[in-house]
């Protein structure tokens, strides 16, 4: 077989691309999946994800606040919110 699988990564040469890998499609699925985002977290790591789901919370909390201080929607974050925030996120996953 032409798969090579390192550290849960799977490399594919060009002549298998068009294989069917039933195994890859079911870790597509295991899990829990984010209903608002689609990221997917293993069983074990419930706790991630309550603190994924407190953070999308979060998100929709701030952006309602800001909704009724200003008079025109913000139609992006500040570079240093959307930084700041996408730290904690990634911190949430990696621990």
């Known amino acids: ?3 090579h699988m390192q ?4 490399t594919l040469l060009a002549c298998c691309i068009g ?7 079911q870790q597509l ?6 209903s608002s985002c689609g990221l ?13 789901l ?7 909390r701030r952006e309602k606040e800001e909704l009724k201080v200003a008079k025109n929607r913000q139609w992006y974050y ?7 925030e996408f730290l904690v996120f990634l911190l949430l996953i990696v621990w």
């Open 7 to 10: 550290n849960n990564y799977v």
């Open 78 to 84: 500040g570079i240093v919110v959307c930084f700041a």
């Open 29 to 34: 699925y295991v899990g829990i999946g984010c």
């Open 19 to 25: 294989r069917r890998y039933p195994g890859a499609i």
């Open 40 to 52: 997917r977290f293993k069983s074990e790591t419930a706790d991630k994800y309550t603190e994924h």
């Open 54 to 60: 407190d953070w999308h919370f979060r998100q929709n």
């Open 1 to 3: 077989m032409h798969m």
